[in-house]
């Protein structure tokens, strides 16, 4: 799946942005295109049409306005501060074109700082924003041009101008034209490439918020996977965590059939990648080593295989990155994914303590069994469902018979170890959605869903003769109790409390055998 970037839209007005956020540089151009000009006039007075004074006059009007325009709209925003802004760029175009014909029009010096003019409006804005400048300044040159030619300049130099002039000025608006449109192209590409970094800043940020959420590797590695396809347009990716050097898939993005991994191959990417801890990159797939990769990856080029590596987790991610153009450009790229894969490796750490700590709390230490508190809430769990669902569920408490004297003659140590072989038997012996626990002590509990009262006894048995068979150190046996949801009791309470006078009667005709809940009951009343 490849999710459309959603935040690379500029808003209306966001070419002023740059140049609204660099008020300073505006007026140190202006101070610097008022003074260079005075001091023109001054050095080279043949050349004016007017008084320095003028000059001077001219200068100081037009550095008021443009300073009071400015200090106005620090306190407006949106519409308003715009037709500010292009009122100061409007005033500039004419003070530059008025002092470019009173210093000499198209021989005159000051018709080189309109090319410096244009070319700092650019840099410092955006290339929308320079060549909106360009026009203005060519249309106040003409203007001024065809003011002197046609005598409405009055006392302001000649009325009589020559095709010299023309000619002259026509030049000068090509050589305007071309450094402007130069300077537009390089300030665009600029642009678009702060653009892209900025929103591939702004996707990390979004990606270690998101990280903060999440609470298991799989959301972790979705996450990676959405940041990157958001951030580049990375359509095909694959997240594989190892853990132990066993393999599974994360996560993936584009990919029709998630990757089956049973082990990897020597020479398989990933195996070379986890050794050597560096990101590798590949123009294709082995197809030996990597025939799993190439099955979720079909036809993958260029293929970049990132390691994320963080305090013995380990997880890689596999993008391939198509047929670019390679260069300084792929190599970004390359580096900002190793950017976003490190986050990805520090979140997928503290899920995984996370998901250990959590792990750590419903498991018993030394069985590695469920303990009582998770034994309760797989048996709340599994009473709403047969509630809902008017379905069946049974419960099974199991004791060790004559443990105690295990543990005095043998000693606690071995009895550790019995308990330990127990448990892994009592594990083999239930279906994968059973829930099988030490309840205390030498005692073990299992919730069985869906099992009616003679299936559940069947389990039952089956695993008392588990107990009786099990490898362990020293050979046990086990008295067990069953009771059946909602026959036995409609509550947890209740339930439990039939099978524990279900077990003991189990123990009260000789141990290591099996009584039903209804066994007991019948037992007792013929007492």
Same mark, same amino acid.
């Given at each position: 799946?490849?999710?459309?970037? $959603?935040?690379?839209?500029?808003?209306? +007005?966001?070419?002023?942005?740059?140049?609204?956020?660099?008020?300073?540089?505006?007026?140190?151009?202006?101070?610097?295109?008022?003074?260079?000009?005075?001091?023109?006039?001054?050095?080279?007075?043949?050349?004016?049409?007017?008084?320095?004074?003028?000059?001077?006059?001219?200068?100081?009007?037009?550095?008021?306005?443009?300073?009071?325009?400015?200090?106005? /709209?620090?306190?407006?925003?949106?519409?308003?501060?715009?037709?500010?802004?292009?009122?100061?760029?409007?005033?500039?175009?004419?003070?530059?074109?008025?002092?470019?014909?009173?210093?000499?029009?198209?021989?005159?010096?000051?018709?080189?700082?309109?090319? %410096?003019?244009?070319?700092?409006?650019?840099? *410092?804005?955006?290339?929308?924003?320079?060549?909106? $400048?360009?026009?203005?300044?060519?249309?106040?040159?003409?203007?001024?041009?065809?003011?002197?030619?046609?005598?409405?300049?009055? @006392?302001? +130099?000649?009325?009589?101008?020559?095709?010299?002039?023309?000619?002259?000025?026509?030049?000068?608006?090509?050589?305007?034209?071309?450094?402007?449109?130069?300077?537009?192209?390089?300030?665009?590409?600029?642009?678009?490439?702060?653009?892209?970094?900025?929103?591939?800043?702004?996707?990390?940020?979004?990606?270690?918020?998101?990280?903060?959420?999440?609470?298991?590797?799989? $959301?972790?590695?979705?996450?990676?996977?959405?940041?990157?396809?958001?951030?580049?347009?990375?359509?095909?990716?694959?997240?594989?965590?190892?853990?132990?050097?066993?393999?599974?898939?994360?996560?993936? !993005?584009?990919?029709?059939?998630?990757?089956?991994?049973?082990?990897?191959?020597?020479?398989?990417?990933?195996?070379?990648?986890?050794?050597?801890?560096?990101?590798?990159?590949?123009?294709?797939?082995?197809?030996?080593?990597?025939?799993?990769?190439?099955?979720?990856?079909?036809?993958?080029?260029?293929?970049?295989?990132?390691?994320?590596?963080?305090?013995? %987790?380990?997880?890689?991610?596999?993008?391939? *990155?198509?047929?670019?153009? @390679?260069?300084?450009?792929?190599?970004?790229? %390359?580096?900002?994914?190793?950017?976003?894969?490190?986050?990805?490796?520090?979140?997928?750490?503290?899920? /995984?303590?996370?998901?250990?700590?959590?792990?750590?709390?419903?498991?018993?230490?030394?069985?590695?069994?469920?303990?009582?508190?998770?034994?309760?809430?797989?048996?709340?769990?599994?009473? +709403?469902?047969?509630?809902?669902?008017?379905?069946?569920?049974?419960?099974?408490?199991?004791?060790?018979?004559?443990?105690?004297?295990?543990?005095?003659?043998? +000693?606690?140590?071995?009895?550790?170890?019995?308990?330990?072989?127990?448990?892994?038997?009592?594990?083999?012996?239930?279906?994968?959605?059973?829930?099988?626990?030490?309840? @205390?002590?030498?005692?073990?509990?299992?919730?069985?869903?869906? !099992?009616?009262?003679?299936?559940?006894?069947?389990?039952?048995?089956? *695993?008392?003769?588990?107990?009786?068979?099990?490898? /362990?150190?020293?050979?046990?046996?086990?008295?067990?109790?069953?009771?059946?949801?909602?026959?036995?009791?409609?509550?947890?309470?209740?339930?439990?409390?039939?099978?524990?006078?279900?077990?003991?009667?189990?123990?009260?005709?000789?141990?290591?055998?099996?009584?039903?809940?209804?066994?007991?009951?019948?037992?007792? !009343?013929?007492?």
């Amino acid at each position: 799946m490849r999710i459309a970037p $959603t935040g690379s839209a500029t808003t209306r +007005g966001g070419e002023l942005d740059p140049l609204r956020e660099r008020p300073l540089y505006l007026r140190s151009l202006r101070v610097v295109l008022a003074v260079t000009i005075v001091i023109y006039g001054e050095l080279l007075p043949h050349q004016l049409r007017t008084s320095l004074v003028a000059i001077g006059l001219l200068t100081a009007a037009y550095l008021m306005a443009t300073f009071g325009i400015e200090a106005l /709209s620090r306190w407006l925003t949106g519409g308003f501060y715009r037709w500010l802004f292009w009122l100061a760029l409007g005033i500039d175009g004419v003070y530059l074109a008025a002092t470019t014909y009173l210093a000499g029009a198209s021989i005159g010096p000051v018709r080189y700082l309109v090319l %410096v003019y244009l070319t700092v409006i650019t840099l *410092l804005g955006t290339w929308q924003t320079g060549l909106a $400048t360009a026009v203005w300044q060519s249309g106040a040159q003409v203007g001024f041009f065809l003011a002197q030619r046609g005598g409405w300049l009055g @006392g302001f +130099g000649s009325s009589a101008t020559s095709g010299r002039e023309w000619d002259r000025l026509a030049a000068f608006l090509a050589a305007l034209w071309v450094l402007t449109i130069a300077t537009a192209i390089l300030a665009a590409l600029n642009q678009g490439d702060l653009q892209r970094r900025r929103y591939e800043l702004d996707r990390l940020v979004d990606l270690g918020r998101d990280m903060e959420s999440a609470e298991d590797a799989s $959301t972790v590695g979705t996450h990676l996977l959405s940041a990157l396809s958001d951030a580049f347009g990375f359509d095909r990716m694959v997240l594989v965590e190892v853990d132990h050097g066993i393999p599974r898939p994360l996560a993936t !993005c584009g990919v029709v059939a998630p990757p089956e991994v049973a082990e990897f191959a020597p020479e398989s990417a990933i195996q070379q990648v986890i050794e050597a801890g560096t990101t590798m990159r590949l123009d294709r797939l082995d197809a030996e080593g990597d025939a799993w990769l190439i099955a979720a990856l079909p036809a993958a080029r260029n293929v970049v295989v990132v390691p994320l590596l963080a305090q013995g %987790v380990v997880a890689i991610l596999v993008v391939p *990155l198509g047929p670019w153009a @390679g260069g300084r450009s792929e190599e970004r790229v %390359v580096t900002a994914t190793e950017r976003f894969a490190s986050h990805a490796a520090i979140a997928l750490r503290s899920a /995984s303590l996370l998901a250990r700590v959590r792990q750590m709390a419903i498991t018993d230490g030394l069985t590695q069994l469920s303990n009582r508190r998770a034994f309760d809430r797989a048996l709340d769990r599994e009473i +709403g469902r047969a509630a809902r669902a008017d379905g069946r569920l049974s419960v099974v408490l199991i004791d060790l018979d004559d443990f105690k004297s295990l543990n005095d003659e043998h +000693g606690h140590v071995t009895g550790d170890t019995v308990l330990r072989q127990i448990s892994r038997a009592l594990q083999r012996s239930v279906r994968s959605y059973d829930t099988v626990a030490r309840y @205390g002590g030498e005692e073990f509990a299992a919730v069985l869903p869906g !099992c009616s009262a003679g299936l559940a006894f069947t389990l039952a048995d089956r *695993l008392r003769i588990a107990v009786q068979d099990a490898a /362990s150190d020293v050979k046990v046996t086990a008295s067990v109790g069953v009771a059946t949801y909602p026959y036995d009791g409609a509550e947890a309470a209740a339930l439990l409390r039939s099978a524990d006078h279900a077990l003991y009667a189990s123990k009260r005709a000789g141990r290591n055998r099996v009584r039903s809940a209804e066994q007991a009951r019948v037992e007792f !009343c013929e007492k």
